[in-house]
């Protein structure tokens, strides 16, 4: 296909950054970005819950926190004998703690009346006077009395941590709608097109270079029909992905403005989920999860992380690796992990994600849907899966190694060699 036919003109409009199609169409599965193959944990940490999208507890500085010497993180979980497909109707925060980043536990959960029918995803910040927020998605409206699938943005304070007798996660919670889409940067619901809209995902990010404070989030951008965008072309204008950004003047965590979106995928992609920035060594990683059946027409990606460089964190981002992919799932287990989430430890970087279906037959995700109920729950990994070590050199990364299961390293721990290294040790 030659670039015009691609359509390399969809995204980027506005002068924003955009991830072309012409950039998504390298698209392809490498040594360097073909995480392990996943087995099953020998022991289920947490087995009463099944557990997806993570996110850890953080500094301002975005650093993993270190509280009382446990780390925290945070997951979107539901009863373990639902079934999987059933699991975002219900997802509920609970709160999970360790003291030596491998063996976890489970502090129930976070909120006694959260907004939303349900919660997805978001983050949490540690701030430095000790005291708690949960950013957090609230699906659906509280009281209705179907499922909807209105998204807000919601911020939740007044949270603190007890240690003296056993780790305990404490309220009173107070729940603020921060962000609804404006139906200019960020679509609505009811301007949607096909596939349902995006609007969640809130993800805190202090800028280390200016100071400023910033909410990440998973948004769309309104295309309206008969638009010129995509050269007209209304299948590829209905996906439509981008990485919104609101921000706080004061740095009260409770207190946005939205802004225009950092980066979108018009004509590429409809979810950008879980945007998250990495910053290293001057550089801004700018991380996203997406679908194999959220890329438009036309292209073809997988279940995988991308990620996009730039110098500022407002600036012109290019596609890692040339076209975006960072990590994705063997061929023959192409929906093992999911929700990937990058950090810093030390210099490297680290990659959680969940596991998600695995002994596969060749299957899509929609025929899994279809098999028998046992069969969906036994193939159903629903815990943390094993953290991937990547090696990331400006806009080069690889995949160097993995750690186990819910393996979250603690500050300053050294991590074993990677095969990489073991080889070329052997060697000498
Ligand atoms: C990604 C995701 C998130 C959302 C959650 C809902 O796994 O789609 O964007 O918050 O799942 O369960």
């Not at 950004?245 to 740095?251: D, L, V």
């Amino acid at each position: 296909m030659t670039n015009e036919a691609l359509g390399e003109g969809c995204s980027g409009t506005k002068g924003r950054a955009g991830w072309t199609r012409e950039q998504a169409s390298r698209i392809e599965r490498t040594d360097d970005t073909v995480a392990p193959i996943v087995y099953p944990p020998q022991t289920e940490q947490i087995p009463e819950v099944h557990i997806w999208d993570t996110w850890f507890l953080r500094n301002r500085d975005g650093t993993l926190a270190t509280v009382d010497g446990y780390r925290v993180c945070f997951s979107l979980t539901a009863p373990s004998d639902l079934l999987p497909g059933k699991r975002h109707d219900v997802a509920t925060i609970r709160c999970f703690y360790s003291d030596d980043g491998r063996n976890w536990h489970n502090a129930g959960p976070v909120f006694e009346e959260p907004l939303g029918q349900r919660q997805w995803a978001g983050s949490a910040l540690y701030d430095d006077d000790g005291s708690v927020y949960l950013f957090y998605t609230a699906a659906g409206e509280e009281g209705a009395e179907d499922l909807t699938y209105t998204q807000r943005i919601v911020g939740a304070g007044g949270g603190s941590i007890e240690t003296a007798d056993e780790f305990e996660l404490c309220g009173p919670w107070t729940h603020h709608e921060l962000l609804q889409p404006d139906g200019d940067r960020y679509e609505r619901e009811d301007q949607s097109r096909r596939m349902i809209y995006t609007f969640r995902d809130p993800w805190f990010f202090e800028d280390p270079e200016t100071g400023e404070t910033w909410l990440l989030f998973e948004a769309n951008t309104p295309v309206p029909e008969g638009s010129d965008v995509c050269g007209g072309d209304d299948a590829l204008q209905e996906f439509n992905g981008s990485v919104g950004i609101a921000r706080s003047p004061t740095g009260d965590p409770l207190a946005w403005e939205l802004e225009d979106p950092l980066l979108d995928a018009v004509g590429v992609n409809q979810e950008l989920e879980r945007p998250h920035v990495v910053y290293r060594d001057g550089l801004y990683y700018l991380f996203i999860s997406s679908h194999l059946h959220t890329f438009a027409p036309g292209l073809e990606g997988f279940d995988a992380l991308y990620g996009f460089v730039a110098e500022d964190l407002r600036g012109d981002y290019v596609p890692l690796n040339e076209s975006g992919l960072v990590a994705t799932n063997p061929e023959n287990a192409p929906f093992q992990s999911y929700s990937w989430m990058a950090f810093l430890h030390g210099d490297e970087v680290l990659v959680q994600s969940f596991f998600n279906y695995y002994d596969f037959d060749g299957e899509t995700l929609d025929e899994i849907a279809h098999l028998s109920e046992s069969e969906q729950m036994r193939r159903f990994g629903g815990s943390l899966g094993p953290t991937l070590r990547l090696e990331v050199e400006g806009s080069r990364t690889r995949i160097i190694g993995s750690l186990g299961h819910w393996h979250i390293p603690l500050d300053g721990e050294t991590l074993p060699l990677t095969d990489r290294e073991l080889i070329r040790r052997g060697k000498h």
